[in-house]
């Protein structure tokens, strides 16, 4: 039995290769709407510490668990790197490469991001509801901030309740096109967007151009340092070692 860690776009098409070839597997996601995404398949919603993770384990006899998380999902990382060790089980990361467009401010932290942005009026946030709060807190209250979320009424309700109001909410499934961004940055009279390193696979080079075209500063919160024991950024690498384990 796999256990695949999903909730991303890489999760659905490792999904979609493991179905296809008949492979026993369950894919976990954390929410409604990532549960809403996956269609056919085993599903286990809901966030695992690694003790649960652990009891899932033992309770499906997972052999492997295939890491298909976000690449700032940090915590969901380690706890399955730990719960496979106790477990004494296969642990692979599928890692989506890296992309940095050139020109692009980089900053090593959320905090970082909104110090940098003090100096914008209205600032397009799309790095996630997580960071939400410390961006915010070191935004301060004069400038505007518009929100791009997916949408789901968990976090729709949890960037509310950060005083974000329903018109700087933009609730919508990426990624994004580019000319969809340029189109959404210009409805908001947007002069600083704010994104994660999440790869071409999350968007980030369309949001890129549509930042280029406007003419306006794409500040990057860069990737967490993190060691895996194991892993792959392609999928022909991937359904190979699965085949070499299985």
């Known amino acids: 039995m796999i256990m695949l860690l999903g909730g991303t776009t ?18 976990t996601v954390t929410t409604t709407f990532g549960e809403s995404l996956l269609d056919g398949v085993d599903i286990l919603r809901g966030k695992l510490n690694k003790d649960n993770m652990l009891r899932v384990i033992r309770d499906r006899k997972v052999k492997l668990i295939i890491d298909a998380t976000h690449p700032f999902a940090v915590e969901a ?22 992309f940095l467009p050139e020109n692009a401010i980089c900053v090593s932290d959320i905090k970082e991001a909104g ?66 961004n340029r189109a959404l940055f210009s409805e908001f009279n947007t002069d600083a967007v704010i994104s994660k390193e999440s790869g071409e696979k999350g968007g980030l080079r369309e949001k890129a151009l549509a930042c280029s075209d406007l003419d306006i500063p794409l500040i990057i919160k860069r990737r967490p340092g993190m060691e895996y024991p194991r892993a792959v950024n392609s999928y022909t690498k991937l359904m190979k070692i699965i085949e070499e384990i299985l």
């Open 10 to 27: 890489e999760g659905r098409e490792i999904a979609a290769l493991l179905e296809e070839r008949d492979y026993p597997f369950f894919i």
């Open 77 to 98: 990382s380690r706890n399955a790197i730990d719960a496979a060790n106790m477990a004494g089980v296969e642990y692979l990361r599928y890692e989506r490469e890296s």
């Open 115 to 180: 110090e940098l942005s003090v100096c914008f009026s209205n600032i397009f946030y799309t790095a996630g509801s997580k960071g939400l709060s410390e961006f915010l807190s070191a935004l301060g209250q004069e400038n505007r901030a518009v929100v791009r979320i997916i949408p789901s009424p968990d976090i729709i309700a949890e960037v509310e309740a950060l005083g974000i109001t329903r018109e700087n909410i933009v609730a919508m499934k990426g990624p994004f096109s580019r000319a969809l």
